[in-house]
Nanobody
């Protein structure tokens, strides 16, 4: 079973930036589309960004132009650069392999992002 470990979260003021990392225990990023998800308190987990094997990317509307997903296959790591952060971005962020309405792998522990106003 592949293990995912997210890191890089923290407390930041509105307008600030963070870069999240997701490391996999095995080489999977050259095989699968990867996604970053987030779950805010009291809300369902949502998919905010994906990067395909071809490196094409897609973003949820609320993060377009502010978040950038990237991948380093050699390091088995996928990143999420988050700029111009807003309080609404406050959530626990996770990575996984999207499979329709579900995911392929077990969830990692996530990384907390808190944006203060």
């Amino acid at each position: 079973q592949v293990r995912l470990v997210e890191s890089g979260g923290g407390l930041v003021q509105a307008g600030g930036s963070l870069r999240l990392s997701c490391a996999a225990s095995r080489s999977i990023f050259s095989i699968y589309t990867m996604g970053w998800y987030r779950q805010a308190p009291g809300k369902q987990r949502e998919l905010v960004a994906t990067i395909a094997v071809t490196s094409s990317t897609a973003y949820e509307d609320s993060v377009k132009g502010r978040f950038t997903i990237s991948r380093d296959n050699a390091k088995n790591t996928v990143y999420l650069q988050m700029n111009s952060l807003k309080p609404d971005d406050t959530a626990v962020y996770y990575c996984n392999v999207p499979r329709g309405t579900t995911v392929l792998l077990s969830w990692g522990q996530g990384t907390q992002v808190t944006v203060s106003s």
